[in-house]
């Protein structure tokens, strides 16, 4: 069994693990994967430490480890940690927070 890797984002940047959405459309069609978008909304898994400001103090972050996020559709980076699927993106890339 080996050890799970633990990721700690940098400044105003966040980890999310993409949420998949349905399988299935309307009327029973369903759609293959390399016709799928990439999802636009995910699990925060990860937060830094906030983007410093140009007087040298330190910003804090509007979102939290366990919030459901919208981010646009092409943002950030995809990264594999574990086999798993995760996105690292900046803070300003999220869209809203999901409740």
Do not use: C, N, W
Not at 14 to 33: A, N, S
Not at 38 to 54: N, T
Not at 69 to 79: A, E, P
């Amino acid at each position: 069994m080996g050890k799970k890797t633990s990721v700690k984002p940098l400044s105003d940047r966040v980890v999310v693990l993409p949420l998949d959405e349905d399988e299935q459309m309307r009327g029973g069609l369903y759609i293959p994967d390399t016709a799928k978008e990439k999802p636009s909304q995910g699990e925060v898994i990860a937060v830094g430490p906030g983007k410093v400001s140009d007087d040298g103090t330190r910003l804090e972050m509007d979102v939290k480890v366990g919030d459901k996020v919208l981010y646009g559709k092409y943002s950030g980076t995809d990264v594999t940690l574990d086999g798993e699927e995760y996105l690292i993106l900046r803070e300003s890339d999220i869209l809203a927070i999901v409740s």
